[in-house]
């Protein structure tokens, strides 16, 4: 009768047939033919009683004629249906049909609940693994940031006092240099700055990482920091053989850094200083858009190609060119600039092309939103 279904069927003879059986596999659908099997109950029992099939359904066919007993005891085992003879074959298939089905949802959901602990377990061991690496990372991080920061300290302490030395040497204090020991002089003061400046670079740059880099912000006169500038740079300009030019409109006062604005730009005009070549020309240039004053620092240089341009503000950043030709430079300088601008609250914006290049900070004329964590959210 079950045959048709297609499932795989198990008949066994006798009891003890029954309780082999049960013992060595699991079913999902236990009929017992209480006409022709003896103890069919305490097959049933035994059935129940083995923690492998305590809870397989159980069908008993039976006569019409068992007693109100029989049923009571039948259940009382839990689970457990009657099909009264004469069978009909309809029926019985019907029936179990519905428990085999049963039976292969429940196993699929067995097995997608343990693939699921499995993956779930691989993944809380993955994320453990990196958790216990970024720690790791972090660790080394704060080691190096503090090394750096220390070094950098150690060494601008002398520097100042070499530089300091040299400037009184220069002025004769001690006696007037001859022009070969003048000239000598300014070399090593030139070479001491650059690596003054090097040392405070450094320094920034392990500020930035560690979080405490800030602004001591007042009100900036643009006008008169971008004049101080340009005098700093005209001996540079001058000697590159370069033409500088301002363009500074009406009064434009800003809240933010004075000092940290001025080395921001000073950056931006050393770099199109240096990638210019003579009878070139730099310029700079302040305007207002909305609530933004946008200072920019234009060049006739060499330009960078499109391709290098997103990686510009990455610290130690160099383009190709530059390493082949060994211009001097750490790829500091632009990082440094991008802090600082961000800290306003502002952007930088590049435009470049072989006939040189543009570099705008872009910063809003109110200073440093008051709010830090919108500085994240722009
Ligand atoms: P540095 O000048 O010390 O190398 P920067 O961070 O200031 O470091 O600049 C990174 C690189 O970007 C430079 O090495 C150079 O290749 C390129 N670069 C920056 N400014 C200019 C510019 N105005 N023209 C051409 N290339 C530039």
Do not use: W
């Amino acid at each position: 009768m079950l045959s048709p279904l297609g499932y795989p069927l198990v008949e066994a003879a006798s009891g003890s047939d029954a309780r082999r059986c049960v013992t060595e596999q699991d079913f999902a659908v236990i009929l017992i033919d209480l006409r022709t099997m003896t103890g069919g109950f305490d097959v049933a029992e035994f059935v129940r009683s083995r923690p492998r099939s305590t809870l397989t359904p159980l069908i008993f066919v039976t006569t019409g004629d068992r007693d109100e007993r029989e049923m009571t005891m039948g259940y009382a085992m839990g689970s457990v249906d009657f099909i009264v003879a004469p069978v009909v074959p309809a029926a019985l298939r019907g029936k179990v049909a519905l428990f085999a089905d049963l039976f292969a949802k429940t196993h699929e959901l067995v097995e997608r609940a343990q693939r699921l602990r499995m993956a779930a377990s691989r993944s809380a061991d993955a994320l453990g693994l990196q958790m216990e690496m970024l720690d790791r990372m972090d660790e080394l991080s704060r080691a190096k940031s503090d090394f750096v920061s220390k070094i950098s300290h150690e060494l601008r302490s002398p520097l100042t006092s070499v530089i300091g030395y040299v400037e009184l040497l220069t002025d004769g204090g001690p006696g007037d240099p001859t022009p070969e020991q003048g000239r000598m002089l300014t070399i090593i003061e030139r070479n001491s700055r650059r690596l003054l400046a090097l040392i405070e670079d450094l320094l920034t740059m392990s500020r930035v990482e560690a979080g405490i880099f800030e602004l001591s912000v007042g009100m900036v006169d643009l006008r008169e920091l971008i004049h101080s500038v340009r005098d700093t740079t005209e001996p540079a300009v001058a000697k590159a053989g370069l033409e500088l030019r301002v363009d500074v409109g009406a009064d434009r006062m800003l809240t933010g850094d004075r000092e940290q604005l001025e080395r921001a730009l000073l950056n931006l005009l050393s770099n199109a200083v240096k990638f210019t070549s003579p009878r070139g020309h730099v310029e700079i240039a302040t305007r207002t858009e909305g609530d933004d004053a946008l200072v920019s620092v234009r060049d006739t240089g060499t330009g960078i190609p499109l391709d290098e341009q997103e990686h510009l503000f990455t610290r130690f950043f160099r383009a190709k060119r530059s390493q082949e030709q060994e211009v001097p430079g750490t790829g500091l300088g632009l990082y440094i600039v991008k802090q600082i601008v961000e800290l306003h609250g502002g952007a930088m914006e590049v435009e470049s092309t072989p006939a040189g290049s543009t570099f705008t900070m872009r910063l809003p004329i109110g200073g440093p939103p008051a709010d830090p964590l919108s500085l994240v959210r722009r």
